[in-house]
């Protein structure tokens, strides 16, 4: 039985704002690098092994996973389809705003020039599916996004349309995932 780890990125200035970032390009703050900086101590302290990281291109991820790189010595490769989800009209708007609480029960919805709940579970699920053939003889570190933590999190356990809506990552949380 193999496994992976999830590692949402660095604190960003939207986050601070509460706003959502989706496929927008936000960098990391100043304490967002050193959230990253310290995950990689963290995971030399507690002896976690892998074979890659795996991240999103957006550079909140990528600088992320090349800090974690740095320290752990672990190669770090981009993976397109980490990605975070496109919220359309949504993006820098305020996460707890009602009109978004409501969309993001609709999981057909591609929130008027962004990607649908139902899109965004294909890539990352075939993606999963992947790397579970490999588990056995690889393991792997994603860093991604809060919306790509959902839908990892929904592929290992069962979740209510609540409980996808309502589930969240911290800022260089890490999770550890069994096949």
């Known amino acids: 039985m193999g496994y992976l780890y999830f590692v949402r990125h660095g604190q960003t200035i939207w986050n601070v704002e509460n706003k959502i970032c989706g496929a927008t390009d936000i960098a990391l703050t100043e304490k967002g690098h050193q959230q990253a900086i310290e995950l990689g101590e963290e995971i030399l302290r507690q002896g976690i092994k892998a074979d890659a990281i ?35 009209k949504y993006e820098s708007t305020p996460r707890d705003g009602k009109e978004f609480q409501e969309a993001k029960r609709q999981f057909i919805s591609g929130y ?4 649908s709940m139902l899109r965004l579970a294909q890539r990352i699920y075939n993606l999963l599916d992947e790397i579970k053939e490999e588990a056995d003889r690889k393991t792997y570190i994603l860093v991604a996004h ?13 979740m209510t349309n609540e409980e996808y809506a309502a589930f969240g990552v911290k800022n260089c949380e890490i999770r550890k995932y069994e096949f």
Not at 57 to 84: C, F, N, Y
Not at 112 to 115: A, L, P
């Open 112 to 115: 008027e020039g962004g990607e």
């Open 146 to 158: 809060n919306g790509i933590a959902r839908v990892v999190n929904s592929y290992f356990y069962e």
């Open 54 to 88: 795996l991240y999103s291109p957006l550079m909140r991820a990528a600088d992320t996973a090349k800090h974690i790189s740095e320290i752990t010595g672990i190669p770090a490769k981009v993976e397109p389809r980490l990605i975070e989800q496109n919220f359309g």
